[in-house]
Each structure stands twice: as structure tokens, then as C-alpha cells.
């Protein structure tokens, strides 16, 4: 009778394995595949400040929110256990909200500064790089609810439609402007302001539905 429980209980996880799996699968196909373009595209200079750029935008994107989307998923169990969810998304929206009154403020001074002490091409870069960086992190804040929500399958097929879209739109940009590293990252902050805007709208009706549900 136990092992008959567990085993349901295996079965049960086997459809959210298989999207995690499917995810991992996807954003790996699309970071190989974008390594072969971008360096058929650009050349050596321009990859090597594309590579730089990539760790600025990681390093906001993942290592700053990394902490706080894993901090967000913790205690949206907790707030919904205690049934204070309502809570829970009034601190999330605040904090998107100074995180975008912070990048507004932080990007401009940071490309002066730049600008003043290097040239126009780096400071560009750099600004691109850091406003990427903040909406890939404002990116997976959103996630990392959807996450936490075990809904894995929503979270999977985000994950890897932006990994393409950055790479799609990257490519389109650089045929209609010129190969350079600045275009490619600007690409990425487009199709991560989309990704970030759509998952923004599945969240603001997850809170809707919670808020419905709630009694008054």
C-alpha cells in the first residue's frame, strides 16, 4: 500500500520533470546555436565586447535578482500556506517598482559617467547591457512565481521562447543595421521588455484570480 502511494506520488512528478528537462534542453539549443551565428557574424572585437556585455547583463540579471527571485519563491509557499498572498504581491509589485525607478535613474548617470571618461561606443554598450540586465531580472522575478506556482509548464516555454527570440531578434537587427555587439545586446533588451511585458500580464491575472477568490 506505501510503495503504491510513493509510486503514484513519482508518477505524479514525471509531466514537471519532463518540462524542467525540456527547458534546460531548450535554452542550452539556443545558446549553441547562438554562439555559431554570432561568431560567423561578428568579428573578433565585436565578440569579445559582446562577451563582456553578456557578463554585465548576467551579472545584474542573475547574480543581483538571483537572491531575490529565490527569496520571492520561498515565501510565495509561505504566504500561501498562511493565506496572505494579497501581501505577498503588493511587496513584489513594489519592488518592480523601484527596481524600474532605480534603472531610470542609475543607466543615464552610468552612460555619462562612461561616456565622459571612455567614448560613446562603450558607454552605449554598457547602458544597453545594464537596462538587459534589469528586465532579465525583473524577467525571472516574474518566473520564479509562475515556478513556485508549479506551473512548470509556463515557466518552461517562457524560458525558451525568450532564449530564442533574443537570438532571432539579435540576428534581424544586425541585418537591418550593422554587426557590431551594441546591436546584438539591443536585440536581447527588446525581446526581454516583450517577455517581460507578456509574463507581467500572466502574473497581473494570476493576482486577479487570487483577488476574486479572496473574501471580501
Same mark, same amino acid.
Given at each position: ?14 509531466p514537471e520533470a519532463s518540462w524542467v528537462l525540456l527547458?534546460? $534542453? ?23 565586447? %559582446?562577451? %563582456? ?75 544597453? @547591457? ?12 516574474? $518566473?520564479?512565481?509562475?515556478? !513556485? ?6 515557466? !518552461?516555454?517562457?524560458?525558451? @521562447?525568450?532564449?530564442? @527570440? ?38 497581473? !491575472?494570476? $493576482? ?5 477568490? @479572496?473574501?471580501?
Amino acid at each position: 500500500m506505501i510503495n503504491s502511494i510513493y509510486f503514484k506520488k513519482i508518477l505524479s512528478l514525471i509531466p514537471e520533470a519532463s518540462w524542467v528537462l525540456l527547458e534546460q $534542453v531548450g535554452t542550452v539549443l539556443a545558446g549553441l546555436l547562438g554562439v555559431k551565428l554570432l561568431t560567423s557574424i561578428l568579428d573578433v572585437s565585436q565578440f569579445g565586447y %559582446l562577451a %563582456l556585455a553578456n557578463s554585465i547583463m548576467a551579472l545584474v540579471g542573475m547574480n543581483l535578482f538571483g537572491p531575490f527571485k529565490q527569496g520571492f519563491m520561498r515565501f510565495w509557499a509561505i504566504s500561501k500556506d498562511e493565506e496572505t498572498l494579497n501581501v505577498f504581491y503588493a511587496v513584489s509589485d513594489k519592488f518592480a517598482k523601484y527596481i524600474c525607478y532605480f534603472t531610470v535613474i542609475a543607466v543615464p548617470l552610468v552612460f555619462l559617467l562612461i561616456y565622459r571618461f571612455k567614448n560613446l561606443e562603450w558607454a552605449t554598450l554598457i547602458a544597453i @547591457s545594464l537596462i538587459a540586465g534589469a528586465l532579465t531580472g525583473l524577467f525571472g522575478l516574474r $518566473v520564479g512565481i509562475f515556478i !513556485a506556482a508549479r506551473q512548470r509548464r509556463r515557466s !518552461a516555454l517562457f524560458n525558451i @521562447s525568450i532564449a530564442f @527570440s533574443r537570438l532571432f531578434i539579435a540576428l534581424c537587427l544586425l541585418i537591418l543595421i550593422r554587426p557590431s555587439a551594441t546591436v546584438v545586446i539591443l536585440g536581447y533588451t527588446l525581446a526581454s521588455l516583450l517577455f517581460f511585458l507578456i509574463a507581467q500580464k500572466f502574473y497581473s !491575472a494570476m $493576482v486577479s484570480q487570487k483577488k476574486h477568490r @479572496s473574501p471580501n
